[in-house]
């Protein structure tokens, strides 16, 4: 799926594509009235390029949810996330996503009403058990506690074990921006990645995220997996018919390959940040390990390749994650003005500064989302 956010409004493009709203209409018979092109009494046969406004697409998510049987605060929150992501433009981790939210919930592999509880607790940390619940409710949990914690000691770090997937990591970072401190989470996932010189997935694309406040709401915002690249973005190519880079995923004989039909086969692989070893792609496994050892070791969750393998409902994921907020009043003094400006300086030289040179054959300089 790909969106565009303008103004409060997202328009769906047919990557989503219509299959996914057909099956999740198929599980949720009830919500065939809904509102998915902004347009009410729209079929299905008519989408092509809707406009939604970001409000439905939170709505629609949240009815879905709720259609099997979550209650509307916990559906409310995935709503938030999933319309965030692709309003964030991480079409990968939105509304993509939302169909297997829904088959979770429905196989009760996770449980839409859990709430997540405090099991161990100090001054700047604590041990949650999210109880198999949604990754939001979850992941909003442990961060406003983190949050907390870090505003009467300066740093809080929460780690918890019964998750779920919890969508985009920079969701719960930016809510540590929006208090004035800096945030940080990670998650670890189903086994995808192979070790350098390996062909047997041994770890997830175990994502991080860093958020810090800039000035004028123009904050950093690192949010990445570990792995070349989310497997979501395999699939949305493999939607288009297009082929995937070199260095993205390999192939069950460990061969680096471009087919994503390929790619998302029972046996391949992704390959660590990086790719191959001579890209130094050992470098991308072990920044996966540390988000393991923060995430599946440190929480007390299943880790590595024993995690629920991708797609599967016959088990719980007990998924572990990590949030952390910092609180930068109590380090050097200036700390959020220095943060502010130097994302401001820096900011025009990696977004478009008319007067750095470009490569050859290369159009345009990156910009904020690419």
């Known amino acids: ?10 328009t769906y493009y047919s990557m989503m594509g219509v299959s996914i709203i057909r099956n999740i209409i198929s599980l949720t018979p009830r919500l065939q009235h809904i509102v998915i092109t902004g347009r009410r009494n729209m079929s299905l ?12 697409a939170k709505r629609f998510i949240s009815e879905c949810l709720q259609a099997v049987g979550t209650p509307r605060k916990h559906a409310d929150a995935m709503g938030d996330l999933l319309a965030e992501a692709d309003y964030r433009g991480h079409y990968s981790h939105g509304m993509n996503r939302l169909e297997m939210y829904i088959q979770d919930v429905r196989s009760g592999s996770c449980d839409g009403k859990a709430v997540p509880k405090i099991l161990k607790e100090t001054a700047a940390t604590a041990w949650v058990d999210g109880q198999n619940g949604l ?3 979850i992941g909003n949990f442990c961060m406003d506690l983190a949050i907390k914690k870090a505003k009467e000691v300066g740093i809080g770090w929460v780690s918890v074990k019964g998750s779920n997937h919890f969508g985009i990591a920079g969701k719960y970072t930016l809510e540590a921006v929006k208090e004035g401190m800096l945030g940080m989470s990670f998650t670890n996932t189903s086994p995808f990645m192979a070790p350098t010189r390996g062909k047997q997935a041994m770890l997830g694309t175990n994502p991080l995220s860093l958020a810090a406040p800039g000035k004028e ?7 990445m997996a570990t792995t070349a690249v989310a497997v979501g973005k395999i699939e949305i190519a493999r939607r288009k018919g297009a082929p ?8 069950k004989e460990g061969h680096i390959t471009t087919d994503t039909t390929e790619a998302l086969a029972r046996g391949s692989c992704l390959m660590p ?14 920044l996966g390990f540390l988000v393991e050892i923060f995430c599946g070791i440190l929480g007390g969750a299943t880790y590595g390749p024993n995690v629920r393998k991708w797609g599967t409902t016959d ?7 990590c949030f952390v907020a910092i609180n930068p009043q109590c380090f050097a003094p200036g700390t959020v003005p220095t943060l502010g400006n130097g994302v401001l300086r820096i900011g025009p030289l990696i977004w478009g500064n008319a007067s750095s040179p470009l490569i050859r054959n290369v159009s345009r300089r990156a910009s904020k989302g690419d």
Not at 275 to 284: A, D, I, L, M, V
């Open 45 to 56: 046969a008519q989408i092509d390029t809707p406009i939604i406004p970001l409000v439905e």
């Open 244 to 251: 995937i880079p070199d260095g993205w995923a390999q192939d």
């Open 273 to 286: 940040l990086g790719g191959s070893e001579t890209n130094s792609g050992y470098k991308g496994y072990g």
């Open 135 to 137: 990754g939001a409710v």
């Open 315 to 321: 088990r719980t994921a007990n998924l572990g994650q």
């Open 217 to 223: 709401g123009d904050n950093f915002v690192l949010d």
């Open 1 to 10: 799926m790909q969106s565009y956010c303008n103004n409060h409004y997202l």
